[in-house]
């Protein structure tokens, strides 16, 4: 087995490097088998709004960006939101890979510039938005999540979500 170079300081203050310890080609596998759709936070999240009697559409095409979870009688959209792809601030789950981080740099950055256009179309367009991070649904208790999205949804607010 070979293992990837660390390159220690890749991405600046507070970041976590990470040493690949597969192949390539076994990486190249693991990589391919990430979807972005119905991924188990999302599952997850759907169960549990679906138990409190939230009823929504999944990934509507004709909204910007395809929102993981539309609520159209709140005019309300939730995006699940993974950590490592969307790099959640300070999150010990938004980790840079140690293999070719210009690459990986210029992925997440872009990532993150489509979150934030898709988002902005979304408010212009009236639409209220939420952003659910990966972290917070892994959290042993889902229903304390639920509840404030609950509140949320019911609100006028126009936005929840943690940075």
């Given at each position: ?21 597969v192949d390539k080609q076994t990486r190249s596998r693991m990589m391919s088998g990430i979807r972005g759709k119905n991924t188990k936070p999302e599952l997850r999240l759907r169960r549990a709004l679906h138990a409190e009697g939230f009823r929504f559409i999944l ?105």
């Amino acid at each position: 087995m070979r293992y990837g170079k660390y390159i220690p300081g890749s991405r600046g203050k507070g970041s976590h490097n990470v040493v690949d310890v597969v192949d390539k080609q076994t990486r190249s596998r693991m990589m391919s088998g990430i979807r972005g759709k119905n991924t188990k936070p999302e599952l997850r999240l759907r169960r549990a709004l679906h138990a409190e009697g939230f009823r929504f559409i999944l990934h509507d095409r004709r909204l910007p960006g395809r929102p993981d979870i539309v609520l159209p009688r709140w005019k309300a959209v939730i995006e699940v939101h993974g950590c490592f792809w969307h790099r959640h601030d300070a999150c010990r789950y938004a980790t840079t890979p140690a293999t070719r981080p210009e690459f990986w740099a210029d992925k997440f950055a872009a990532n993150v510039a489509r979150d934030q256009a898709n988002l902005a179309r979304l408010q212009d367009a009236g639409w209220r938005t939420a952003v659910v991070w990966e972290c917070q649904i892994r959290g042993k208790n889902i229903d304390e999540l639920v509840n404030e999205l609950g509140n949320w949804i019911r609100s006028d607010s126009l936005e929840f979500g943690v940075k």
